[in-house]
C-alpha cells in the first residue's frame, strides 16, 4: 500500500512539472495572462507599454530571471538591470551626495528610466526626453518629505527651472537647450550625477565654467581669459563664475528687466555684493565705493531713471573678458578708453574719455565740480540757517498779530494762473527729481517702484520740465505788458530793502519798537522773486545738458557733465528748503496769516493784513483797495 502511496505522488508531481512551462518556453503571451487584467504603473496595461518600450523583442524573463515556472511566487526579487547594462552599473555609484546602496531613497533605474514603459531618449513621450526631464527630476526633487529628509537647498528647483530661459527653451521643443542632466551630468553621462562638494562635479565651483562652456563656447574662453577666470584656476572660492552672475535653475534672459544681469540692475543687484565687499576689497586691494560713486555720476542717474542705453558696468568693463585696467588689452586701459567711451559717445576726446568715472562717492567727480559742490553746501549752510533763524525770531513776534478781517485784492486771474502752474511743475519736479536719487527709498518705492512704473517718473519728470519752462516764457510775456511793467518796477530791489531788512530784525528782538513801513513787496518778497528767478535759469540750464547728453560731450570739455549734475542737485536742494522754510511761513504758518494766505487761489488777501503787511503800497494809499471790498464793505 505504502509503495503504491508514493507512486502516486510521484507521478502527480511530475504531471505538474511536465504541466507547467519551462523558463525557456515561458512566452510573453503567457505572462499576459495575468498581468494585462492590471493597470500599469503608468495608467496603461503591460501589453500596450511593452509594443512600444525600447525592450519590446525582450522576454518578461529576460529581466525577471528567477521566474522558471507559472504560476511563479507572489514575492520576486527586483529586476537587475545591471545584468545587461554592465557598464551604466558599474558608473552609477553615487547619486549627488548618496551613495548607491546606503539609501533606500536614491533613484533605481526606474526611477528615471521607468519599468515596462522605458523608451529611448529620441522618443517625444520617454521620461528622459529634454520636454519630460524636468518632469521626471522633480518626483524626487519636489517632493517635499525628500528635500526635508536630505537637506535639499533647492527644493523648487524644477519649478524655478521651468519658468528659466533653459525651460522654456526645452519645454518648447529646443531639444538642445540645456536640462537637469546637461548642468548636473558628470563626465558626460546621467549616471555620474555628484554634489557640488566633490571636485569632480560638474556643478563643483570650479567646474561650472565648463559645464556652462559645453554650450556657450565663446563666452566660456572669454571668462578664462579674464580676471575672474584667472581667479578661478587659481583655485580663489570667492572668485564669481556663471553661476554668481546668471544665477543657477532661474537664469533669465538678460533683455528681461528682472534678470540680474539687466541693464537696469547688473551695478547693484550682480556686481555690487562682490565689488562692495569690505573683505574682498582688502583682499584683492579694490578701491572701495565704486557702486556709490557710479550710482551719483551721470551714467548712474541715468540708470536709475530708466534708460538701458545708458553705460553700465558691463559697457565699460565688459561682460565676461573683464580684465584690470593695467592691461593693455583691456578695455579700460588709459589707451583704450577713448574708442571704449566712443561706442556711446561718437567723437569723443582722448582727454574726456579719460576723465574719472570712479572717485570718492558723492555727486562730484572732477576737482571743478568738487570745488562747486564744496561751495553749495557752504551756502547752504548759510542760507537755509539765517533763513530759520530769521523766522524763529519772527515767529515770536506774529503770535501776538493774528487778525483776519475784510479781503483785499492781491493778484489778478492772470497771475494766479501763473502761481498755480509755477506750483504744481515745481512740485512735480521735485518729487520726481529726487525719487531718482533716492530711489530706494519706501516713499520713492510706493510711487514708482512697481514693475515697469519707474521709466514712468522720467517721463513725468521731463513732461513737467517742459510746462515748467512754457511757465517762464509766459511770466516773461506778462513782464511785457502795463500790469507786468509795474510788477517788475516794484518787485526790483532798492536799497531802502537792506535798511528795512536791519530795521525788522531789530523791531522782532525789541530793539525798536517802530516796523518797517513796506510797499507793494517787501525785501522778503522780493528775495524769493528773484531767487526763483535765479534759479529758474541754473535749473533749465543744467537740465537742458542733462536731457541732451551728447551735444555737451560735443561742445564742452572733460567735467562738464559732472558739473551740470551738482549744479542741477544742489540747486534743487536749495530751492525747495527755500519754499519750505521761507515761503511756506510767509504765507500759510505765519501766525499773522495762519491758517494761509488765500491769494494763491482767490487773488485777494484779508484786507487788514495787508493794511499791516503793505502799509505803503501807493494802491492802499489811494484808497484803491477800500473800492474793490467784497459785499459792499467799507
Not at 19 to 35: M, R, T
Not at 262 to 283: D, I, Y
Not at 309 to 336: E, F, M, W
Not at 498 to 524: C, D, H, T, W
Request: aromatic share 10%; with cysteine; charged share 20%.
Amino acid at each position: 500500500m505504502r509503495s503504491i502511496k508514493y507512486g502516486v505522488l510521484l507521478f502527480l508531481a511530475v504531471l505538474a512539472v511536465l504541466a507547467a512551462p519551462a523558463v525557456g518556453q515561458i512566452k510573453n503571451s503567457d505572462c499576459l495572462e495575468c498581468h494585462d487584467k492590471a493597470a500599469d504603473e503608468i495608467g496603461g496595461q503591460y501589453d500596450s507599454a511593452l509594443t512600444r518600450s525600447i525592450h519590446k523583442d525582450m522576454a518578461c524573463v529576460d529581466c525577471h530571471k528567477n521566474i522558471t515556472q507559472l504560476p511563479h511566487d507572489e514575492k520576486q526579487p527586483k529586476v537587475n538591470c545591471g545584468d545587461c547594462h554592465t557598464e551604466e552599473a558599474k558608473i552609477y555609484t553615487w547619486h549627488g551626495r548618496l551613495e548607491v546602496g546606503k539609501d533606500d531613497d536614491l533613484p533605481k533605474c526606474a526611477s528615471c528610466h521607468g519599468k515596462h514603459d522605458i523608451l529611448p531618449h529620441g522618443d517625444r513621450d520617454s521620461r528622459i526626453n529634454p520636454v519630460h526631464m524636468p518632469e521626471t527630476c522633480g518626483r524626487c526633487h519636489e517632493n517635499l518629505d525628500l528635500t526635508k529628509k536630505h537637506e535639499l537647498l533647492y527644493g523648487k528647483a524644477v519649478q524655478v527651472y521651468e519658468s528659466s530661459v533653459h525651460g522654456k527653451a526645452a519645454l518648447g521643443g529646443v531639444y538642445t537647450a540645456a536640462t537637469c542632466i546637461d548642468c548636473h551630468s558628470t563626465g558626460g553621462t546621467a549616471h555620474r550625477i555628484l554634489g557640488p562638494g566633490n571636485p569632480e562635479s560638474s556643478i563643483n565651483h570650479f567646474n561650472i565654467p565648463k559645464t556652462c562652456g559645453k554650450c556657450h563656447h565663446n563666452v566660456e574662453n572669454d571668462f578664462w581669459d579674464g580676471i575672474h577666470g584667472r581667479l578661478v584656476q587659481r583655485g580663489e572660492t570667492d572668485s564669481p563664475v556663471c553661476t554668481n552672475c546668471h544665477g543657477e535653475h532661474g537664469i533669465i534672459s538678460p533683455k528681461d528687466p528682472r534678470s540680474p544681469v539687466s541693464s537696469a540692475r547688473v551695478a547693484e543687484a550682480t556686481c555690487a555684493p562682490c565689488h562692495e565687499s569690505a573683505f574682498l576689497n582688502e583682499k584683492y586691494g579694490i578701491p572701495t565705493g565704486r557702486l556709490k560713486s557710479w550710482v551719483d555720476s551721470y551714467h548712474g542717474l541715468k540708470s536709475k531713471a530708466g534708460d538701458i542705453t545708458v553705460a553700465n558696468c558691463p559697457s565699460c568693463h565688459g561682460a565676461h573678458r573683464i580684465l584690470p585696467h593695467t592691461d593693455p588689452t583691456s578695455s579700460i586701459y588709459p589707451a583704450n578708453l577713448q574708442k571704449t567711451c566712443g561706442n556711446c559717445h561718437p567723437g569723443i576726446s582722448a582727454a574726456m574719455a579719460n576723465a574719472p568715472i570712479h572717485d570718492t562717492p558723492g555727486v562730484s567727480h572732477t576737482p571743478i565740480a568738487r570745488v562747486i559742490s564744496n561751495i553749495y553746501v557752504v551756502v547752504i549752510f548759510l542760507t537755509i540757517g539765517v533763513m530759520v533763524l530769521h523766522w524763529l525770531i519772527d515767529l515770536r513776534k506774529q503770535i501776538q498779530l493774528v487778525n483776519l478781517k475784510k479781503q483785499a485784492p492781491r493778484m489778478n486771474f492772470n497771475e494766479v494762473w501763473q502761481h498755480t502752474f509755477l506750483m504744481i511743475t515745481f512740485a512735480v519736479l521735485a518729487i520726481t527729481g529726487f525719487s531718482l536719487r533716492f530711489s530706494e527709498a519706501f516713499w520713492v518705492q510706493w510711487l514708482f517702484g512697481w514693475e515697469g512704473g519707474f521709466p514712468l517718473r522720467g517721463i513725468i519728470h521731463r513732461v513737467a520740465a517742459v510746462l515748467f519752462v512754457l511757465t517762464a516764457f509766459w511770466h516773461v510775456f506778462y513782464l511785457t505788458t502795463e500790469r507786468g511793467g509795474r510788477f517788475l518796477k516794484d518787485i526790483f530791489p532798492r536799497p531802502s530793502d537792506a535798511s528795512q531788512f536791519l530795521q525788522m530784525i531789530r523791531y522782532n528782538l525789541g530793539l525798536s519798537s517802530e516796523k518797517p513801513r513796506f510797499g507793494r513787496f517787501a525785501y522778503v518778497e522780493k528775495m524769493e522773486y528773484w531767487a526763483l528767478v535765479w534759479g529758474t535759469l541754473i535749473m533749465v540750464v543744467s537740465g537742458f545738458f542733462l536731457w541732451f547728453n551728447n551735444i555737451a560731450v560735443m561742445l564742452f570739455p572733460k567735467g562738464f557733465l559732472d558739473v551740470m549734475v551738482v549744479f542741477h542737485y544742489y540747486e534743487a536742494w536749495l530751492a525747495i528748503l527755500s519754499i519750505l522754510i521761507w515761503h511756506m511761513y510767509s504765507t500759510v504758518f505765519s501766525p499773522g496769516v495762519y491758517p494761509m494766505n488765500p491769494s494763491w487761489y482767490t487773488g485777494k488777501m484779508p484786507y487788514e493784513v495787508y493794511r499791516h503787511e503793505h502799509p505803503d503800497d501807493p494802491a492802499l494809499l489811494d484808497g484803491a483797495a477800500d473800492t474793490t471790498l467784497e459785499d459792499g464793505e467799507k
